[in-house]
């Protein structure tokens, strides 16, 4: 059963932004009231899951059957690292009256997709996943299992971040990006966006020299090909943090290689390995990238430790 996607949204500070947000303007995005007390990756994921849904701020929740059968899930790396810090600072400088109570909600990682979840009326569930990198699409592999399994009838899957200021930057930016996923409508609605066949996860262990295992890259390369069975010219992006540069193109030749052994083929695997820029987002970013176009995709998120997390797309939503 492939899945649909059904509607998309981002906002992101572009390469050169100062890190003060003036980029994005919540009142445009989320009302002139509501948000103070919200984290700004927190208005990040309302904005994007309000444009993913076609909904606006001011719209009422969902009820009934529909908020029953709606899910969200959202992948994070850095979404409270802020708020952590400034606690921290603040308990040691000032003490527990330093702290405001209306901030305390914002302690947890699953506050931005909670209130997500409040927003649009989505009681199906809410779940967080916080791995580095990869936590974006392993998003959209746990809506996928959801759909098919049966737990919902659509999904937003989102990803939120913002990014290490200082020294820890590394040449990260602050985005939120989601996707609203579906099951086919047996009734064949219009097609709007490519469909969704399948995704896996994996983990490539690296020697000692910080070179990946081979035998685990080659088992990982052909798990990965498998799901695009045999297509002609796959569109393959790996996305990957500048520092696991050097893994990810490890990937890129085991997945094409792969792919190739089985009688398949990838449009210029040398232009396939992308620099992610906004964290756990930046798969998201690609995702919604691919999703318009008429080709068949595998799209790989990479991180530094070896983990990898991969979503097939057939460039149809048609079943």
């Known amino acids: 059963m492939n899945i649909r996607i059904t509607g998309s949204g981002a906002v992101t500070e572009q390469p050169g932004g100062s890190g003060e947000a003036p980029w994005f303007d919540p009142a ?37 059957g529909g908020s029953r059968r709606l899910g ?11 708020v952590h810090r400034r606690m921290d600072d603040t308990l040691r400088i000032e003490g527990v009256r330093g702290i405001s109570p209306a901030e305390v909600p914002g302690f947890s990682m699953s506050t931005p997709g909670s209130q997500l979840a409040i927003a649009s009326g989505a009681r ?3 779940v967080t996943l916080t791995n580095p990198v990869t936590a974006g699409l392993e998003a959209v592999q746990f809506a996928v299992t959801a759909l098919r399994t049966g737990r919902a ?8 971040d913002q990014a290490p200021t200082g020294g820890d930057r590394r040449g990260q930016h602050d985005a939120a990006a989601a996707v609203v996923l579906s099951a086919p409508d047996p009734a064949g609605s219009p097609r709007a966006f490519s469909g969704i066949t399948g995704g896996i996860s994996r983990f490539i262990p690296q020697n000692g020299d910080g070179a990946p295992e ?34 990810a193109a490890a990937v890129r030749d085991a997945v094409a290689g792969a792919v190739a052994a089985a009688g398949g083929s990838v449009r210029d695997p040398e232009r396939a390995v992308t620099e992610s820029r906004h964290c756990a987002v930046s798969g998201m970013l690609e995702l919604i990238a691919l999703a318009g176009a008429e080709e068949p995709a595998l799209l790989i998120s990479v991180s530094e430790s070896g983990h990898l997390t991969s979503i097939a797309l057939n460039g149809s939503a048609r079943p």
Do not use: N
Request: aromatic content about 6%; hydrophobic content about 45%; overall charge positive.
């Open 28 to 64: 445009e995005h989320l009302g002139r009231r509501g948000w103070k007390y919200l984290s700004p990756p927190t208005r990040y994921l309302l904005a994007a899951g309000h444009l993913a849904l076609g909904r606006r701020h001011d719209d009422p929740p969902l009820t009934g």
């Open 72 to 82: 969200v899930v959202t992948g994070t790396q850095f979404a409270i690292a802020h």
């Open 124 to 126: 199906a569930f809410s």
């Open 153 to 160: 009838d659509r999904v937003v899957a989102a990803a939120t």
């Open 214 to 247: 081979p035998a685990a890259l080659t088992r990982s390369g052909r798990r990965i090909a498998a799901l695009t069975g045999d297509a002609q010219d796959v569109r393959l992006v790996v996305s990957a943090p500048a520092e696991a540069a050097l893994l």
